[in-house]
Each structure stands twice: as C-alpha cells, then as structure tokens.
C-alpha cells in the first residue's frame, strides 16, 4: 500500500463511486511503452480513483518493449501496492493494438477499462464509466474527449476528420474514436481480436460482435501530457486512412470476401465481354479492321482482370475458413509468469 504522498500532478479530485454498483469485478488495462515517469503518477491516480471501490479491482500493466526504466519503476510500483497490480512485460515493442490485447487477454474482470499510461486520461472517471455500462446493459461504453487538450493542427484537426469518416463508414456513430479510456463488458470484448494498428476501432470491432444499441459514450476529462513525449504524429492520419478501409471490408465482407471480389470481377469481365463483343461484330458486319485498335485491347485487359478478380475472390473465400477455424494466433509474445489462482491478486478491501 503506499502512503498518502500526492504523486500525482494532476488536478486534486475526490474518487466518486456510484452508489448503485452491481456486483462485479474490475480490471483496468495500461498499454505503457517509455513512460518512466508517469509510472508513480498514473498508479497512485488509480488508486486515489478506485480506492474506495466497493468490488475486486485489478491493474494490468502492458509495458510494450520500453527502453527505458518502465519497467523497473513498474516492479518497484507493484511491490509497493500488492499483487493487484500486474505486469505483462512484451519482449520488444509490438505496438500499441498488440500491448492492448495483450492486457486484454490477461485480465481476469468481468468489466475491463482500457486507457493510456501518459496521464492524458484520468482514472477519476472509471467508476462513472463502469456505472453507466453496467446499470444500462451496454457492451461498451467509450469516452469522448469533448474539450480536449492537445494541439490544433497536429491533433485535434485531424482527429475531427477521421472520427467522421469512421462514423460514416463503420455505422458507429461516436464523437471521438481515438479516446483510449473505455469500459467494455469481457464477454464482448473478448470476443474481438486485435491485429495491427487497430485498436482506433475497436467500436467498430466490437459492432461485429454486438449491437450497436449496446455501444454509448460519455464525456471524460483529458489532461495535457506532463511527462515524456507523445508517440504519435501526423503520419498516422494515413495509417488511419489504410485500417478504416481493412475495418470497412472486414464489417461488410468478413464472411463472404468472394462476393466482394467476386462483385467486381463480374463487372469487370461482363464490360470486357462486351467490348469484344461489339467489335466482333463490327468485323464480321463491316469488315473492319480491330486488331490495332485500342479498345480491342482493353476488352481482354477487362476480361483477364475479371477472371483475376473472381479467382482472388475464390482464394479469399478459402483463406476465411482458414481464419475462422483456427483462431490461435498471437499479435505478441509476452514474458513467462506464474499463473495467479483465480482468488488472488484483487484489491478487494476498500481503502480508507
């Protein structure tokens, strides 16, 4: 347990636990990757926010390959709190989505909040979050950063632009997809894997599994970092532009990527059909010559492409049931630790 030292530069705030919590356990996931001095802050803000919680908690830590010393502040940090704080150590840095699902698979709640380890999010709002998700029958309930303390240009602009079009194409309509503070239900949740860089859309991810009735948001603090340097750019907005067009094929094609492929490769053949088909005829009625024209080569062009398109349907279509019949694979690989017995490792007494 630590003492009542204030780490925490943050505003002072008082935890405030819904009075009407339904019985349930917790666990709050951190993806950290060089975050050396957000360590202490962050954790003894967790515990100022859930210490009077009246449920098991945990928190799992994912150091994502840090170089620098996160993880030596981690293990000092849980020795001193108890083994209710855990540490999932990945062997080298596999990215924040693989960090995320690598927490997400060790926690042990029947709620599980995620949220960033730089102090931008504040834990004073878990309690709240968990509240709503629970007492409305929601699967998720994602925070919205409304008044939000980052730059113009860099961050914020760009952030606007890209929760529109996710909202338009995925059909989940939320104010702010890149707010890493959200509070799902594990039964859902756990029902999503995570590969690459799409954690941004685990909403979207989640409407596959769910409904979107069951998906809300809420209003949350957002702090401007203190510690340490942030680890995106302007560049992601093109990654962004990438995955939302992998999430569109993945929500409408996931199971029949042969239609989609298929689809076009009709297209593409029928146009190619009628073009040879047109100058066929125009030899045979006219005796024209077609050998040296243009659009007798774009019909065959059309038509291979077509028949391409099909058979690249027909391979996707395999490589689906490949996907769905073995689900085993990993997007990390984390250090060996002991198992902890389902009992032990819970803050379950609260803190007065």
């Known amino acids: 347990m630590t003492d009542s030292t204030k780490l925490s530069p943050l505003p002072p705030a008082q935890p405030d636990i819904p009075a009407d919590l339904p019985p349930h356990r917790l666990s709050v996931v951190v993806p950290l990757y060089n975050e050396e001095d957000n360590v202490d802050p962050l954790l003894e803000r967790i515990h100022l926010a859930l210490g009077p919680y009246p449920y098991p908690w945990e928190v799992v830590i994912v150091d994502d390959g840090s170089a620098d010393d996160t993880v030596p502040n ?6 001193r709190y108890g083994p209710h704080v855990r540490i999932v150590a990945l062997m080298r840095n596999f990215k924040q989505t693989a960090a995320m699902q690598a927490g997400l698979d060790a926690a042990r709640g029947d709620v599980i909040v995620t949220m960033d380890g730089d102090l931008q999010n504040d834990p004073i709002d878990i309690p709240r979050m968990v509240g709503r998700l629970l007492r409305e029958d929601l699967d998720l309930v994602a925070g919205w950063r409304k008044n939000r303390k980052d730059g113009m240009i860099l ?12 909202a338009r194409i995925t ?9 890493s503070l959200k509070a799902f239900r594990a039964s859902a949740i756990k029902n999503v894997r995570l590969y690459g860089e799409m954690h941004r859309f ?19 603090t957002h702090h401007a970092r203190m510690f340490g340097e942030s680890k995106y750019g302007i560049s992601r907005t093109f990654r962004v532009v990438l995955d939302l067009i992998f999430v569109y094929f993945f929500m409408r094609f996931r199971t029949r990527p042969g239609h989609f492929f298929g689809g076009i490769g009709m297209g593409l053949g029928a146009l190619g059909v009628l073009i040879l088909a047109y100058l066929t005829a125009l030899k045979i009625f006219t005796g024209a010559s077609i050998g040296t024209r243009p659009m007798f080569f774009g019909g065959f ?4 492409a077509g028949i391409q398109m099909v058979t690249t349907g027909v391979l996707a279509e395999l490589l689906t049931r490949v996907y769905f019949e073995s689900g085993q694979s990993q997007a990390y690989v984390a250090r060996d630790v002991p198992a902890l017995d389902d009992g032990a490792g819970w803050q379950d007494k609260p803190q007065r």
């Not at 909403?203 to 069951?214: E, G, Q």
Request: a positive charge.
């Open 74 to 79: 981690l293990e000092k940090a849980a020795k």
């Open 155 to 166: 961050r914020k602009i760009p952030s606007k632009i890209a929760n529109r079009l996710i």
């Open 171 to 179: 059909g989940v309509h939320l104010q702010d997809y890149g707010c």
């Open 202 to 220: 685990i909403p979207a991810w989640l409407a596959t599994v769910t409904t979107p009735r069951k998906i809300a948001q809420e209003e949350v």
């Open 301 to 304: 062009f059309f038509l291979i």
